[in-house]
């Protein structure tokens, strides 16, 4: 039997829906042996006492996994390094105000998903990667020191131009790395937010495509 449940965005990871799941099930076995006694036939009870023996691990289900835990663990680099980007962009004067909203949705987007998923690796147990480990640089989309440099030092339309063409790359990766999560992850949480990055960012790579050519 498999229990199915699902999670708004916001929740916690909690560890006791195997508990939970378990108890719900053994309560719906004894009504059951309780159902069975009450013939509607009028036959009289027997003293035979009915066991059934329910083996917990098929009342519950894994609340997560290695892809799940991966997902959350690169993400969090990938979008921290995006909101840098986005802060070096708004202390920056003369911006078009289209690319200066553009900047300021993804803040705002990316940096509650962080405190979201930095929640789910603290229920999970599992450890935040260290911005300086050589693998965090390397991860799809990621914008080399250099290149964070070079728009640090770029103003007005330099900028922009600079700044739309890292970003449409990093989002490639960051949908990139979603896409592994639906596909090997199982939390109904993480994968849901995959899907929501996917959908805003690739929303996202198109406008930022369309402002690039003009």
């Not at 290695?66 to 995006?82: G, K, L, S, T, W």
């Not at 200066?100 to 998903?113: F, H, K, N, S, W």
Request: charged residues 25%.
């Amino acid at each position: 039997m498999t229990i199915k449940t699902s999670f708004p965005l916001s929740a916690r990871r909690t560890g006791r829906l195997a508990a939970a799941g378990a108890a719900a099930l053994t309560a719906a076995v004894v009504l059951a042996a309780c159902g069975s006694a009450d013939d509607d036939s009028g036959a009289a009870a027997t003293d035979e006492q009915v066991t059934v023996e329910v083996d917990e691990s098929d009342a519950s289900t894994e609340a997560f996994n290695d892809a799940d835990v991966m997902f959350a663990q690169m993400m969090i680099p990938h979008h921290a390094q995006a909101l840098e980007m986005a802060e070096i962009m708004l202390d920056k004067d003369g911006l078009d105000p289209e690319v200066v909203t553009l900047v300021e949705q993804i803040r705002d987007a990316q940096g509650p998903e962080i405190e979201l998923m930095t929640d789910w690796l603290a229920d999970w147990d599992a450890p935040l990667l260290d911005p300086a480990d050589p693998e965090v640089a390397e991860m799809d989309g990621m914008v080399p020191a250099e290149g964070i440099d070079q728009l640090r030092a770029a103003e007005g339309a330099e900028a922009e131009q600079l700044f739309l063409a890292q970003m449409i790359e990093h989002h490639v990766g960051a949908v990139d790395m979603a896409e592994e999560e639906i596909a090997d992850g199982i939390d109904p949480a993480a994968i849901a937010l995959a899907e929501e990055i996917i959908t805003a960012q690739q929303t996202e790579i198109e406008q930022m495509t369309a402002m690039l050519d003009d």
